[in-house]
């Protein structure tokens, strides 16, 4: 059976990683539409390769610049986030890829799942911002939503068939990002370049900044807690550089089921599109002998204070991981624009969330001003930054 998927952030990492598995089966899986930011020039290639029957761009005047140049009649185009919007509201899409970086994620989320559209999620901010409210909304609406998310794919593998009540714990585990061996006077003054520098996973630039500070663990951990229903205590991040350990889980027996495969974001988007089944494919595969061996280190929250910040946040709950998740957006935004340095992200995260008054169950419109003021808030903290 053809499975007809929609791509939202189809020119992004995650995006092109999923075409090329989709490229791979093109009898199990067709393009139905794909959606871009503004990166028409890639969209406009995967549009000739893949033949979707619409496609979506968020920023209006590359839209409309697509739509000057676009030879493909038949093909419609949606603009804007009300475009994107309108474009989930296609009866015939099976699932959902969602590929999108960053909060921009949240309501097309809630709209695919309002549309009864499984999802394959890839974006973890939104279930940071928004975990109870999404769960809840799937729930309700009968939806899947399987994880992309390497960890949280091996998460998901090691919980398949088993008793829920009977999980005691999660080890989420972390390669620990390209300063993992650094000291902490040395991260003082990394560059751009250095921050894109990890050593096992490739990824987009935003990814890569929070794997370089650990604050990608710690919104791994919120994303675990929503998505799992796994209290904060029963969470354990491991630093693992091999990355090749995805997640474990142990239950109540004292049985650990781990899941394992090379680094490669092939593999779990594959299996989140392909899930019940597993598919054949000529992926590289995991040589032990070559490995030898595998390291656990505890994560250092002194030289990681971003990764502290989350606990605290994923503590309190409320609205406070969305202040955490958009003072850590802002400024990852303002570090790659080098108006502020890698070592002051913490600083300004820890003081946006520290000046924050926390609502306990909020709905969406609470979360929704809490991200905006928080934004507000961390520019403001930047400003005052001296260095
Ligand atoms: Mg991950």
């Known amino acids: 059976m053809m499975k007809r998927i929609v791509i939202l952030g189809s020119t992004g990492s995650i995006g092109r990683n999923t075409l090329k598995v989709i490229r791979a089966f093109p009898k199990r899986f067709s393009i139905l539409g794909l959606s871009t930011n503004s990166n028409i020039q890639i969209l406009y290639q995967q549009i000739k390769e893949f033949h979707p029957e ?71 901010e939104a279930m940071v911002m928004a975990g109870s409210l999404i769960m809840n909304k799937a729930k309700v609406n009968n939806v899947k939503i399987i994880p992309i998310d390497s960890e949280q794919s091996g998460i998901w593998q090691c919980l398949n068939g088993e008793e829920k009540d009977k999980l005691k714990n999660i080890y989420l585990t972390a390669s620990g990002g390209p300063f993992r061996l650094m000291r902490r006077f040395q991260l003082k003054d990394v560059s751009i370049q250095d921050v894109l520098r990890h050593p096992r996973w490739k990824m987009g630039k935003k990814n890569s900044v929070d794997s370089a500070t650990l604050m990608n663990k710690g919104l791994e951990i919120l994303e675990t807690m929503f998505l799992f229903d796994v209290p904060l205590e029963k969470i354990k991040v491991i630093i693992h550089p091999e990355a090749v350990i995805h997640s474990m889980v142990e239950f109540v027996d004292g049985v650990i089921f781990a899941q394992l495969s090379i680094p490669d974001m092939r593999i779990p988007i594959q299996h989140a599109l392909s899930y019940p089944q597993r598919l054949v494919n000529n992926l590289k595969r995991l040589d032990f002998f070559k490995l030898k061996t595998f390291n656990f280190e505890r994560p250092d929250l002194k030289r990681f204070p971003c990764l502290a910040l989350a606990y605290r946040a994923a503590q309190q709950l409320g609205t406070m991981p969305a202040v955490l998740n958009a003072a850590n957006e802002v400024s990852v935004e303002e570090f790659l624009k080098k108006r502020l340095k890698f070592i002051c992200i913490p600083e300004v995260v820890k003081r946006v969330l520290e000046k924050h008054a926390n609502k306990d169950s909020p709905d969406l419109e609470d979360i929704l001003e809490a991200d905006n003021w928080a934004r507000m808030e961390a520019y403001r903290v930047i400003r005052r930054l001296s260095y």
Not at 72 to 80: A, C, M, Q
Not at 103 to 124: F, H, T, V, W, Y
């Open 54 to 124: 619409f496609v979506g761009v968020k920023d209006i005047n590359a839209g409309l610049k697509l739509k000057a140049n676009m030879p493909f009649r038949k093909i419609k185009l949606f603009l804007g986030e009300e475009g994107l919007i309108q474009m989930l509201k296609d009866k015939r899409i099976d699932q959902i890829v969602l590929a999108i970086s960053g909060s921009g994620a949240l309501l097309p989320l809630l709209k695919a799942i309002e549309s009864k559209i499984d999802i394959a999620l890839a974006n973890k």
